[in-house]
């Protein structure tokens, strides 16, 4: 299958990016083509709710910005994983502007299956981006093929590992 993920934390060795090339070995090593992006690197704007993609612009965005990359990736892809950071009870704002700037095109006309990584140093505060990536998967008519959460004890341990390669093994 082919997987993009988007990475979203600025932090390169920090514990989504860790998550995020787990899920990328794992998923290779199981036969996948894999292309991860760390988003948080990107120039995105947010969704200007000009309506230009739904009326003049055909689906296009009239922003030209680091999303041109994404959006051919985007139509590609089979399955989709978001890796992010929570710093504050819900998805990092690095990977909202690339779900958001999907409005244009609606919904991805391959992906099939999602999976989502999240890190915090606090327990019980994935509540909020969990229920956004479930109505996500919800919209997009995508399964959900995991998610995987790991507060501060649990970062880069073997556990956390043994749950990527699960939803890995989902696909």
Known sequence: MNIL???ASPRAKGNTAWMAE???NAAEAAGHQVTLVNVSKKKIAGCLACEYC???GNGACI?????QELYPLMAEA??????APIYYFTLCAQIQA???RMYC???PAKVKKMALLVSSYSPGVYTGATAEYHDICNYWHAEDSGIVTAKNDEQKTEATKLKIQAIVNNL
């Open 5 to 7: 993920i988007l990475q």
């Open 22 to 24: 787990e899920y990328k």
């Open 54 to 56: 739904h009326n003049k």
């Open 63 to 67: 922003q030209k910005d680091d999303m």
């Open 78 to 83: 089979e399955v989709l994983v978001l890796a």
């Open 98 to 100: 690339p779900i958001q």
């Open 105 to 107: 095109v609606n919904a």
